[in-house]
């Protein structure tokens, strides 16, 4: 089992008030799988993906990823098991606004210790496999909404991450392009990548081995 989710609850507090968003929740997701997450907005999806990607603590329950229990982890050890295993396309991009393409999508690549001349072929790669090679030396600010979001797409897959998490990844896509991502998510399960998808699209979600929505703060599998 890649990752186990076993009775998590989470609350945020509002004011004076505690709010619970996710209660008992559980989840199991084996290695190469491919899952769905779809849910109205407010339920609590990104939450759980930021609990899953180990950036978001809880306040109940147990979260293995490989059998290591992650709430027991430091925080060093932590952001270590992000950098090595996780690749996390974030519902608002997240992207460095002041640096260009290529730094944007090199950058896990240069945390991982990577030499320079296969940086470059590997981000080169990406970005032909995403159709956005012309953007390579544009600043983000320049860039349409799309064409964000495949550079985030771009930098959460570019070290071939063990489990990709994707919040809402077509969003601002139009249809042929939503087809391509579609397409490259594809060939990395293929490749045995783990795929944890939010999405409100059912075109993405059938793409994925089972779906689940999340409602009353727990997770249904629906197919
Ligand atoms: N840091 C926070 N403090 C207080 N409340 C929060 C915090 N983060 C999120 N929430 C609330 O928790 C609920 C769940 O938020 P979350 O972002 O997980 O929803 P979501 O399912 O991803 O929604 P959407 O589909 O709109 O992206 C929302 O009501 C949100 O306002
Ligand atoms: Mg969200």
Do not use: W
């Amino acid at each position: 089992m890649l990752i186990e989710l076993a009775g998590i609850t989470k609350c945020y507090k509002n004011g004076s008030q505690y709010v619970n968003i996710l209660e008992d929740l559980n989840l199991k997701i084996h290695e190469g799988e491919s899952i769905a997450i779809k849910g109205k907005s407010g339920c609590g999806k990104s939450t759980l993906l930021n609990i899953i990607g180990g950036l978001l603590p809880f306040d109940k329950g147990v979260m293995l990823f490989n059998g290591t229990d992650i709430s027991k982890l430091t925080e060093n050890q932590r952001a270590e098991y992000r950098k090595k295993n996780i690749g996390f396309v974030t519902q608002n991009f997240h992207l460095l606004d002041d640096r260009n393409v290529f730094e944007n999508i090199a950058l896990p690549l240069q945390y991982l210790g990577m030499p320079k001349h296969q940086i470059k072929a590997r981000v080169e790669e990406i970005l032909y496999d995403l159709d956005i090679e012309y953007t390579i030396k544009r600043e983000i600010s320049t860039l349409s909404g799309g064409e964000r979001q495949r550079v985030a797409i771009g930098r959460a897959i570019v070290k071939r991450p063990l489990l990709l998490l994707a919040d809402e990844p077509t969003g601002s896509l139009d249809e042929q392009t939503e087809e391509s991502i579609l397409k490259i998510f594809s060939s990395l399960h293929q490749q045995g990548v783990t795929l944890v998808i939010v999405t409100h699209d059912d075109t993405v979600a059938k793409s994925c081995q089972h779906i689940y929505k999340l409602q009353h703060k727990e997770l249904h599998s629906v197919s």
